[in-house]
């Protein structure tokens, strides 16, 4: 479907999503047709249908995009509070979760701004050695063009729902 006025509902729900499981999935296609999909957990979207994602320690991905950019990118919400009160409901809350298809652009420098805002997303966690470790040298990205999406539709709960 064309993503049309829908882009601020779109991102809303992959913002959502990314948040509960700390990742978006992204699929991707393999030389030999083969699907691949691979967990990014430092997707930013822009608000006129764009994005990008910090891309530092992905092979096939990375592969894949430079060979072929279309992608896929699937983000569902599993925060059990979302969950507890849709099913409390008999309805879900918001939207459980959307795919955006698209193209990603090749790996470029991100601009001083772009790190920034990584780096405000992970200072909560500075204090851990884990974040030091895995969050550190954020300076690549690739840019994200969405043109399409589709719903991650559940029967009966969907009710008033895009
Ligand atoms: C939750 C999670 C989030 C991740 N986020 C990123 C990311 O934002 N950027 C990145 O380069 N790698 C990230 N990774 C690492 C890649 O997903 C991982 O290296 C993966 O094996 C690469 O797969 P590929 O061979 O399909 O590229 C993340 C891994 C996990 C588990």
Redesign the pocket.
């Known amino acids: 479907m064309e993503i049309g006025n829908k882009w601020s509902y779109i991102r809303e729900v992959v913002e959502r999503g990314q948040r509960s499981t700390?990742?978006c999935s992204i699929a991707s296609i393999n030389s030999d047709g083969m699907p691949?999909i691979?967990?990014?957990?430092?997707v930013f979207l822009r608000d006129d249908n764009t994005g990008y994602?910090?891309?530092?320690?992905?092979?096939?991905?990375?592969e894949n995009l430079d060979r072929d950019p279309r992608l896929c990118l699937s983000a569902v919400d599993a925060g059990k509070f979302f969950w507890f009160r849709s099913f409390l409901k008999g309805r879900f809350v918001s939207p459980p979760g959307v795919r955006l298809y698209g193209e990603a652009g090749p790996l470029r420098e991100a601009s001083p701004a772009e790190i920034a805002l990584i780096e405000d997303r992970v200072r909560p966690t500075r204090w851990l050695k884990g974040s030091r470790l895995l969050w550190t040298n954020f300076t690549h990205v690739r840019d994200l063009t969405f043109t399409e999406y589709r719903p991650v539709t559940y029967p009966v709960m969907m009710d008033g729902l895009w």
């Open positions: 700390v990742y691949n691979t967990p990014i957990g430092t994602f910090f891309d530092h320690y992905t092979s096939t991905l990375a």
